[in-house]
């Protein structure tokens, strides 16, 4: 089986080197191939999810065998953590790639759209398989490179103002990342992450790994848009093409930001108390000051973006107070419960801001404007956008029945039984701020007097509007991961392989 795992990242590749030239003789190509390779990727991560493996799976690129004890290859590793976060990004890449279809025809060069959507996937998707730190960051480059590119496919002012700020600090983020890299080489002399845990399990800490640690957490704390990380953000997610707007706010930054950050921090390192709190504060921050700066906001698709650094610190805080009862030596099962909440969280915010990004696409290609003052009125012309806008607000705020509920829910009492009432009480908090503003969103676009100078509302395609109604299913479908029974098959797994 593990033979099959290469293909994560060799199939979306030949897309993009295919795209280019058979994109010339034949239009549809592109927009055919990539919905198509995204959907064989989804499936094969389904049917490793299903085959219950009990351990992870590992193939060696070119074979290459271990010099003195050092390995060399380059290994590609699946566990239970690797499995969801791959499943995740191939069903958004998917569905994000289904919706362009029809989205993209406003833009002229089409076929270089779909080569950077590749290759942005095919990074993340190595990013996530990966079992060494260099082809890591090469990987992660892959992405974050394409990503520049897409943010600015508009080419108006605003599209490459916003793609110039996140490339610069994007490039502070790698550099920040490099550096870290060769300063485990030097202090380990191997690149492999298994190795350097078990290197770094026998020196112990020192200065170095605290100075290491505290590198990682900025670099991938800027790809995370973590505060006080996040300034490239907002502008970047709301200046792309609301696709790859879904595909960053819902994918990139988890997939080469926070499932980096803890894979290393809780898979390489020996967690300390310190560590874990200074990812605490900065969730905390994160959730709070992303939620109020939200609230103002009166452009659709930046108070979506805003939402995104309040959403990613409910992931931070899960996994925060899990890795602080587990340096305390505390109880297990309670750590368990908090990082449980946060993988439930990080694929819940995927589905429910991917939704909430396509559907600021339909609204604007239905009126050609974002700006919620100057909306209103919509669920008459756009009944089936309301109903999904409203499911993914209502999801992302933490209402029964969806599924965001339930992620927030498992966060808030796993704060409880580890006596951090004052996270717990935030969290909730957060959660009615989250409340606020999308009712405001909803009032605004969908339920206010239709203003009089929108001249004619155009009809949404068939393209968008499936993508929009398997994301609100997701929505609901999701929640039954709260089932003992599903609940071992999918994010069990992957709170095992943290916590081991």
Avoid at 209 to 224: E, S, V
Avoid at 264 to 270: D, E, H, S, Y
Wanted: aromatic share 12%; hydrophobic share 55%.
């Amino acid at each position: 089986m593990e033979s099959f795992l290469p293909l994560y990242m060799v199939t979306p590749l030949a897309a993009a080197f295919l795209i280019p030239l058979v994109g010339r003789v034949f239009s549809a190509f592109a927009r055919t191939i990539t919905p198509l390779v995204f959907l064989l990727l989804l499936i094969l991560g389904i049917h490793y999810l299903l085959s219950g493996i009990s351990s992870p799976l590992t193939y060696e690129v070119g074979g290459w065998q271990p010099v003195n004890g050092i390995p060399i290859a380059i290994y590609l590793v699946l566990d239970g953590f690797s499995t969801i976060l791959l499943i995740t990004i191939n069903l958004i890449a998917f569905l994000a790639a289904f919706y362009s279809i029809s989205y993209m025809k406003k833009y002229t060069a089409e076929n270089n759209y779909y080569t950077l959507f590749c290759l942005m996937v095919a990074g993340m998707n190595g990013v996530v398989l990966t079992g060494d730190l260099f082809n890591l960051y090469v990987f992660l480059e892959i992405a974050a490179i394409s990503s520049y590119a897409l943010v600015a496919f508009g080419v108006e002012k605003t599209e490459l103002e916003a793609s110039f700020k996140y490339q610069v600090l994007g490039g502070m983020a790698s550099l920040l990342i490099l550096l870290a890299i060769g300063l485990l080489y030097w202090a380990t002399s191997t690149l492999n992450i298994t190795d350097i845990s078990h290197i770094l399990m026998i020196q112990g800490d020192n200065k170095i790994i605290l100075f290491i640690q505290i590198l990682l957490i900025t670099g991938f704390g800027l790809k995370a848009a973590m505060v006080p990380f996040h300034a490239w953000l907002p502008d970047a997610h709301s200046s792309a093409p609301s696709p790859i707007s879904a595909m960053l706010s819902g994918i990139l930054i988890k997939a080469i930001g926070v499932y980096v950050l803890f894979r290393l921090l809780f898979n390489m390192f020996t967690l300390t108390y310190e560590i874990a709190l200074t990812i605490t504060v900065l969730a905390v921050l994160s959730m709070v000051i992303g939620g109020i700066l939200a609230i103002g906001q009166q452009d659709y698709k930046r108070l979506l973006a805003y939402s995104s650094i309040s959403q990613v610190g409910y992931i931070l805080l899960a996994m925060g107070i899990g890795m602080m009862v587990l340096a305390q030596n505390g109880a297990k099962e309670i750590a368990a419960l908090a990082i449980l909440g946060g993988l439930f969280h990080l694929i819940n915010h995927a589905v429910f801001k991917g939704l909430m990004f396509m559907n600021a696409g339909a609204v604007e290609h239905a009126t050609g404007i974002r700006d919620l003052a100057k909306l209103g009125g919509l669920a008459k012309w756009l009944p089936l956008t309301s109903a999904t806008s409203f499911t993914g607000s209502m999801a992302i705020s933490g209402i029964p029945p969806f599924s965001g509920f339930f992620s927030k829910l498992i966060i808030i009492i796993a704060a409880i039984q580890a006596n951090y009432y004052l996270l717990a009480f935030l969290a909730a908090l957060v959660s009615i701020i989250t409340l606020a503003y999308f009712l405001k969103l909803q009032k605004n676009i969908f339920y206010a007097t239709f203003p009089e100078h929108i001249e004619r509302v155009r009809k949404i395609p068939f393209t968008m509007k499936c993508s929009m109604v398997m994301l609100a299913i997701l929505c609901l479908a999701m929640s039954l991961l709260i089932i003992p029974g599903i609940r071992d098959i999918v994010l069990i797994p992957a709170v095992e392989v943290l916590i081991d």
